[in-house]
């Protein structure tokens, strides 16, 4: 079979034909609308598709792109077929959208790219996609009249009645079958390294946070097999149910993100993984997740139920109230202490817990004082979905400072508490630690004030020598004084 690379289709007379979703743009408008909706008006998305039933999936598009108000332009687009698009209109060449999303959002992303002569879109009663694209398209340009670029296997019946196909952001199987039935294929970025963005998306470096789990066994000085091996089941609950909820977050913070200087290359929001295809595995961390967890213990079931529930609200609601987002931060941080007790029968003192709240308190304050730093930094506008403003940065460092150096007190009243000298052989030693975590946090908070702490300071901690050294000299400062 022929295959061309870009940029080799003869013949600027005949028109090309571009569809949407997955080709011009690396994503989805209706789905990016729905999200847009489930996060500002549940209710109205709820309502749209309850009358879908009805009036069908086109009424359901219309619909959402007018209750939504999502900015089509802002959606990522294809590189390489952005390129290619404006190599043949150079060439003179006509070009044309056409697409089964609503029609106001392609009408939106034709006026934008000065690069189309007319767009075919789902009109609010058909909706264009499938057999009812290439019908439509057969009447405008004659079957075989035009060349056609998509990526998906609705696709087919539309490459059958074009000239030429164009295959764009397809995955191996697709594109070998497109290449076994037509004579003539031409491929634009084709679809590679999706596991590794998948994997990418997960976060597995935050899985480092589930050691909290391990603090309740630890401080107590309870430390078994059995516990030991409990609680690796629980660290692994928790990450499968921690990525699907970053992957729910990513979702509903598609616009969000890319406006966040970092946050825009995420997978998600660059558009390296398809939205759809994180719902898809969002059930399955869930289901594998919440599996696990039977095997730890009902306490722990219940407190993994309540860190998604929580977390899901965050992501809906919460996150945009200001102080109420750093202290639900600061609470799941939390909470993965209270779920690793729960694990093996162990109850968290109330010294561990104090001195958790106030230090992820301050390090969440550090999170959204860091992304404040980088929009001044850069001369950008307040961020988009949080409710702070670039004013705000004095407040939240006087909090940041507050809260962190609240830990250390909470960290010296326990050394000098009555449970200390049950516990350890030397317990005057553990005065040393107050002092390495006075100076970490301090230094934390010094590099945050320069703007040069990175916007997750989890991140941050397990890439910086200085943190790593930090936690290797408080832990064989625990050792020494716990050893008899």
């Known amino acids: 079979m022929a295959q061309r690379a870009a940029g080799e289709i003869p013949g600027t007379d005949i028109p090309l034909v571009v569809d949407v ?6 994503s989805d408008l209706l789905v990016e609308g729905g999200l847009t909706l489930l996060k500002a008006q549940p209710l109205r998305l709820l309502a749209l598709t309850v009358a879908a039933l009805r009036q069908g999936k086109a009424a359901l598009k219309a619909g959402v792109a007018a209750a939504s108000g999502l900015d089509a332009t802002a959606l990522p687009v294809t590189a390489e077929l952005l390129a290619f698009l404006q190599q043949e209109r150079a060439r003179g060449r006509k070009i044309y959208l056409a697409s089964g999303a609503d029609h106001s959002h392609v009408a939106a ?3 934008h790219y000065d690069l189309f002569d007319g767009f075919f879109a789902s009109d609010g ?6 057999a009812a694209k290439a019908e439509r398209l057969v009447q405008a340009f004659g079957a075989g009249g035009f060349d056609y670029a998509g990526n998906a296997a609705a696709d087919l019946p539309v490459w ?4 030429r196909v164009i295959v764009v952001n397809a995955s191996s199987s697709l594109r070998q079958a497109v290449r076994n039935r037509f004579a003539d294929v031409m491929e634009i970025a084709p679809q590679r390294g999706l596991p590794g963005a998948c994997l990418q998306a997960l976060r597995p470096h935050q899985w480092v946070k589930n050691a909290l789990l391990f603090l309740p066994m630890l401080t107590a000085h309870a ?8 609680l690796l089941v629980a660290f692994l609950s928790f990450g499968l149910v921690a990525s699907a909820v970053y992957l729910i977050n990513d979702m509903l913070d598609l616009q969000a993100d890319r406006d966040h200087l970092r946050k825009r290359l995420r997978p998600l929001a660059s558009g390296a993984v ?7 595995v969002v059930p399955f961390l869930l289901l594998a997740g919440g599996g696990l967890s039977l095997l730890v213990s009902g306490g722990f079931v219940a407190l993994l139920a309540l860190y998604f529930g929580l977390t899901l609200l965050y992501s809906l609601w919460l996150k945009q109230k200001p102080i109420m987002d750093v202290m639900v931060l600061a609470g799941l941080y939390t909470l993965r202490v209270v779920a690793g007790g729960a694990a093996i029968a162990v109850a ?7 001195f958790s709240i106030f230090l992820f308190l301050s ?17 950008l506008a307040d961020p988009v979905g949080r409710g702070y403003s670039l004013d705000d940065l004095p407040l939240l460092q006087g909090l940041a400072v507050a809260a962190g150096y609240a830990a250390v007190l909470v960290l010296a009243l326990y050394v000098n508490s009555p449970t200390v000298t049950a516990l350890y052989a030397v317990p005057q030693g553990l005065w040393l630690i107050c002092g390495v975590l006075l100076y970490w946090i301090s230094r934390i908070l010094l590099l945050t004030h320069r703007g040069e702490m990175h916007d997750d300071p989890v991140v941050f901690a397990i890439r910086d020598p200085v943190s790593l050294s930090v936690f290797a000299l408080s832990v064989a400062i625990v050792l020494g004084c716990a050893l008899r």
């Open 109 to 111: 992303l034709c006026g």
């Open 348 to 354: 968290p003192s109330a010294w561990l817990l104090a």
């Open 21 to 26: 979703d997955g080709t011009f743009l690396r």
């Open 223 to 230: 430390i078994s097999l059995p516990g030991v091996l409990t």
């Open 274 to 280: 398809p939205v759809l295809t994180a719902m898809g």
């Open 125 to 130: 009663v058909v909706s264009l996609s499938g």
């Open 363 to 379: 390090l969440a304050l550090v999170k959204r004082l860091a992304e404040l730093h980088g929009r001044r930094r850069n001369d």
């Open 160 to 163: 059958a009645v074009a000239r």
